[in-house]
Structures are given as structure tokens and as C-alpha cells.
């Protein structure tokens, strides 16, 4: 078992910048590829970006490139996501999620974090 918990999120103007963590604890973090998701309210969770078990692969939505960037400490357990020139379409519930390998479909993902809200004002 592997237990995430996200922080970091909050209330943003329009071009702003945020920095979600998911500190992870149970089995060998440096295991897993991990990922971020979002949920708007009323849409399906969408794929965000996500990074191989070492941090040296990344994917990421095309919404979101060139804006958002994964990163993770192994050391510290914990995967981040920097977002940067945020707009008020980001505005969701931020997920991180661990699997084996990086999937955008969040299906594949075997845990899940309870996840942290995102706000951006225009």
C-alpha cells in the first residue's frame, strides 16, 4: 500500500503560480512512477502530467505544457507540481497517483491521493 496526501493547493489571480506536493509514505516511493490528475466540477478526471519512478521521463497534457512541471525528491518522498501562468480553466481538484509505470488514462493508477483544490480567479 502506498499513501498519498497532496497540500499545496489554494485561491490564484489569473497568471499566478502554485505549487502542489504529494508527500507519499508505505512502499518504496522511488517504486513508482507517479502522476497528477484533475477534476473540474461536473467533467471526468483528467490526465495532468506524470514522471517515471526517477524523475528522468515525463509526459505531460498538451493544456498544460510549457506551464506546469512534475518533479519528485525520492529522497524526500514526495512528487511536486510546479504551475505557473495559471488560467481560470485550471480551477479543480488536484490529484497525485502512483503506478508502476507513467499512463495518462487514470484508470491504470493503483492509488490516489484525497487531493487538494485549485482555484483561479480571472
Known amino acids: 500500500q502506498v499513501q498519498l496526501v497532496e497540500s499545496g493547493g489554494g485561491l490564484v489571480q489569473a497568471g499566478g503560480s502554485l505549487r502542489l506536493s504529494c508527500a507519499a509514505s508505505?512502499?518504496?516511493?522511488?517504486?513508482?512512477?507517479m502522476g497528477w490528475f484533475r477534476q473540474a466540477p461536473g467533467k471526468e478526471r483528467e490526465f495532468v502530467a506524470a514522471?517515471?519512478?526517477?524523475?528522468?521521463?515525463?509526459i505531460y497534457a498538451d493544456s498544460v505544457k510549457g506551464r506546469f512541471t512534475i518533479s519528485r525528491d525520492n529522497a524526500k518522498d514526495t512528487v511536486y507540481l510546479q504551475m505557473n501562468s495559471l488560467k481560470p480553466e485550471d480551477t479543480a481538484v488536484y490529484y497525485c497517483?502512483?503506478?508502476?509505470?507513467?499512463?495518462?488514462?487514470?484508470?491504470?493508477?493503483?492509488?490516489w491521493g484525497q487531493g487538494t483544490h485549485v482555484t483561479v480567479s480571472s
Open positions: 497517483a502512483a503506478s508502476r509505470f507513467m499512463y495518462r488514462d487514470p484508470g491504470l493508477y493503483n492509488y
Open positions: 508505505g512502499r518504496t516511493f522511488s517504486s513508482y512512477a
Open positions: 514522471n517515471s519512478w526517477n524523475g528522468g521521463s515525463t
